[in-house]
Structures are given as C-alpha cells and as structure tokens.
C-alpha cells in the first residue's frame, strides 16, 4: 500500500493555458475526491467518484473544470483557461466506501501557480 | 449551509494539554473526524468518532462528541513540539459521502 498519489506536485502555468492534474488512489479504494485547499483555509469539496461514475460536483466548480476517473482507478483533473483564482493546492482522497468505519486518504497534494 | 467553524489560532506550552473545538453543522453526520496537515503536506487522519459514541480515547488523543449542541473536541494530552500543525475537523454529511472539512486551527506549541 503505497497511499495516494498526486502528479505533479507543483505546476506553475501562465494564466490561460490548460492543466491537468493525475491522482492514483490506495488500489483497493472505491471513491475518490478531489479538493481544492487556500491558504489559512481548509479543504474545499470539488467533486467525487464512486468507481467509474462521478457522484457529485461542487457548485463551486465551474464549467472550465472537469474530472474523469475512467476504469475506476486513476483519476485526472482538468482545468482550461486557467485563471490567477485558480492557485490553490489541489488535494486527492479515496476511501473504501461501504464500510463501518470509512475513512478519507489524502494524497500529498498538487500545487498550482497562476502566472 | 455547509459551514464547520474552529478557532484559528492555540498556543501551549509543551507538557500542557491542549483542547481544540469545532462547531458541525450536520446533526445526523454518522462519523466526525480530526485530521493533522503539516507544512506542505497533505492531510493526516488522526481519529474519528462514530456519531454515537460520546467520548473515544486513543493514545494521547481524546475526542469529546456533544451531539445535542453539534460540538466535536479534540484534546491532546502532554502536548510535544511535533504537535505544531494545522488540525481540521470533519464530518461526512448524512444522505451523502461528501466530507466537509472546517476552517482548521493552527496549534503552536512552545518548548
């Protein structure tokens, strides 16, 4: 069990390019989240899978952002035209779901500059 | 709405205890959590406590759950420098597997 993992860990990128972001969770993990964490704040829901299927989207997230988990197992985050808002660390987590006592894994986090 | 509110800021001395609280918002939130962030890090699960329990202990950690006013507490007992961090309170929403995370509460410990 290596934890979750996240690619890059940082991404500097001039304001209007694309960037995509990699998150590969703990193997046997059903769901899996991405966040968006400030500075001095604390981590902010974006969207969530369980397997393939993504389950829910934050209305936070908006039409430039999309995540797909393809085979139920990675997972990538895509943001187009990226905007000086978006710098923040953006955090993966997976869980077992369906269990009694399910608990959230955080990978080390991506974080991103807008130039 | 969705707000888990925590006090920003605790400062002890080492060999104190320390008490940090958070406010939840979901009175039917089956688990709370704490979670420790270090500097550049990503965010470590402490413990959890199951929606009906009051009190669980483990190690140097106490949680304390008061359902009725919806307030979760963590205690650390003989606090130690590596104690420094930012720790964040959560709970998975009823009805959904989303987890909401507060504000988180920067802990100093002083040698």
């Known amino acids: 069990d290596t934890g979750v993992s996240q690619d890059p860990r940082h991404k500097i990128t001039k304001r209007g390019q694309n960037v995509t972001f990699r998150c590969d969770p703990i193997s046997e993990h059903n769901r899996l989240y991405w966040y968006r964490q400030t500075l001095g704040q604390g981590p902010e829901f974006l969207t969530y899978?369980?397997?393939?299927?993504?389950?829910?989207k934050s209305r936070l997230l908006s039409d430039r952002f999309s995540a797909e988990r393809p085979k139920g197992s990675f997972s990538t985050l895509e943001i187009q035209r990226t905007e000086q808002g978006d710098s923040a660390m953006y955090l993966c987590?997976?869980?077992?779901?369906?269990?009694?006592?399910?608990?959230?894994?955080f990978g080390s986090g991506t974080q991103l500059s807008v130039l | 709405g969705e707000d888990v509110e925590q006090s920003l800021f605790l400062s002890v001395r080492e060999g104190d205890s320390s008490v940090i609280n958070c406010t939840y918002t979901?009175?039917?939130?089956?688990?709370l959590y704490w979670y420790k962030q270090e500097p550049g890090a990503g965010l470590q699960l402490l413990t959890y406590i199951f929606s009906n329990m009051d009190m669980k202990q483990d190690q140097r950690l106490t949680v304390l759950l008061n359902k009725k006013d919806k307030h979760l507490s963590l205690r650390i007992a003989d606090t130690q420098t590596g104690d420094s961090a930012i720790y964040f309170c959560?709970?998975?929403?009823?009805?959904?597997?989303?987890?909401?995370f507060g504000t988180g509460t920067r802990l100093k410990v002083l040698a």
């Open positions: 987590a997976s869980s077992m779901g369906g269990q009694l006592n399910e608990k959230l894994f």
């Open positions: 959560a709970e998975m929403l009823s009805g959904t597997y989303k987890y909401i």
């Open positions: 979901d009175s039917s939130s089956t688990y």
């Open positions: 899978f369980q397997n393939e299927a993504q389950l829910e």
